[in-house]
């Protein structure tokens, strides 16, 4: 990590023509066709953690996954900019797939579980103490600090495709296309795999529709 | 469904590879990873797909805190931005804040119109069409509606800094530690990022730049 610390960012300029030449010498073509726009079959919804670039992780190029990060990853019903994000990528862009990613030893989660006034967080960390009363005597039970802190990472990931679930960008889009697919994945730091937590996409929906059906 | 799993298959794989390659090159790498976070900046862009921060900055994993949404925007009252900009000014401590804009951004273009994007979208992107009216005069001299597209895509920068300098995390930060904030624009037809000044134009001779 410290190599990283002292290669400086002022060079962040260097390392950006660096990078726009390889790709120029790879294929010349490569930034003309970025030009004619933009065409991602992925919403990726994670931590702004900045140990998880989406595009990095899951060997994408640029076009290819359209992205939101936030704090601990959530999707918030009265927040504008998330749901900015979903109704663009959903009923302009079309896209396939919504992956909503976290990862264990979130920051957010913990700072969230901590007994302390954060200002400005406070209303965003919320949710997150939201989701575990939602599970409350399934998280008690789990003695060892970590397992529970990485149960409440996974909890929290199933709980934001719910209200991913939730907007009626998606119902429609699905009722009408058959898609996007809505994906729990987490993200861990200790081997870099992403864990499909097989999120049971067509019964959520079902399930959701009995109180939040938003199609007609 | 054929297709459709297919995609998703392929980014399990590219994470694979991913994982694989990271540790044949350094087996220490991900359990350094998981030691924590020590990022130097923050990057607040867009959520286009054409503008992948650490690739296009040839960053790794662990060198900026990211937040993305539709065309970069900072509005005042968006506790989304504001818990990020809370938590990585205030509790990662990073040193530099950057709002990164970028050209043919369909945000800046829907920006150009008042086309009907659905309420969601046409609240979110009002202030932005608010910045078209205001610079009117200069906006119609421009050659075409790329140029436009550009030029309120900087606008939009300088108006998002303009929002981050009365974040309390932010005025605390600057005032104590020396943080600082960056205005930015990648330009998406040659690939290169280019500094802006105070005024949110061009500038040839950045902070950052090597020139
Ligand atoms: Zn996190
Ligand atoms: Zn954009």
Not at chain 1, 40 to 67: H, K, N, Q, V
Not at chain 1, 83 to 110: F, P, Q
Not at chain 2, 116 to 141: F, I, Q, V, Y
Request: a neutral charge; charged letters at 25%; one cysteine or more.
């Amino acid at each position: 990590m410290q190599k990283y610390l002292t290669q400086s960012h002022d060079r962040i300029f260097e390392n950006n023509r660096v990078w726009a030449e390889e790709q120029k010498k790879k294929n010349p073509e490569f930034f003309a066709k970025l030009k004619e726009g933009q065409s991602p079959d992925y919403l990726w919804i994670g931590c702004s953690d900045s140990r998880i670039p989406a595009e990095a992780i899951t060997g994408l190029g640029p076009g290819e996954m359209f992205i939101h990060r936030n704090i601990a990853n959530l999707v918030c019903n009265v927040d504008l900019n998330v749901m900015s994000v979903v109704n663009y990528a959903v009923r302009h862009l079309k896209v396939k797939h919504i992956v909503v990613c976290g990862h264990y030893g979130c920051g957010g989660v913990k700072a969230a579980m901590t007994p302390k006034d954060m200002g400005l967080l406070n209303p965003w960390l919320r949710n997150i103490r939201d989701v575990y009363r939602l599970h409350e005597s399934e998280l008690d039970k789990i003695e060892d600090e970590e397992k529970r802190y990485d149960r409440l990472v996974e909890l929290n990931v199933v709980e934001q495709c719910r209200n991913v679930v939730k907007t009626a960008a998606l119902q429609t889009s699905y009722k009408e296309n058959g898609y996007p697919i809505v994906h729990g994945w987490v993200f861990g730091f200790h081997d870099g795999r992403l864990v499909d937590l097989k999120i049971d996409f067509e019964g959520m929906l079902k399930g959701i529709q009995k109180l939040y059906n938003l199609t007609d | 469904m054929g297709s459709f799993a297919d995609a998703i298959d392929r980014i399990v794989a590219g994470n694979r590879v991913f994982a694989h390659d990271t540790a044949e090159q350094d087996p220490k790498y991900f359990s350094k990873l998981s030691e924590g976070q020590w990022p130097d900046i923050l990057w607040i862009g867009c959520a286009d797909s054409r503008v992948p921060e650490t690739t296009i900055c040839n960053c790794k994993p662990g060198e900026i805190f990211v937040h993305r949404n539709i065309a970069n925007c900072v509005h005042p009252h968006d506790v989304n931005t504001s818990a990020v900009v809370q938590y990585s000014v205030g509790v990662v401590k990073v040193k530099k804040v950057v709002v990164c804009g970028h050209t043919m951004c369909g945000g800046a273009n829907h920006s150009l119109t008042d086309d009907d994007l659905g309420e969601t979208l046409n609240t979110w992107l009002h202030p932005m069409r608010e910045l078209r009216r205001k610079h009117k005069s200069e906006l119609d001299a421009l050659p075409d509606n790329n140029a436009r597209s550009a030029r309120v895509a900087e606008l939009n920068v300088q108006s998002s800094l303009n929002v981050l300098r009365e974040h309390p995390a932010i005025k605390q930060a600057v005032n104590e530690r020396g943080l600082t904030l960056h205005g930015m624009i990648f330009d998406i037809t040659s690939g290169q990022l280019r500094l802006l000044d105070e005024g949110g134009s061009k500038k040839s001779n950045g902070l950052w730049s090597p020139n």
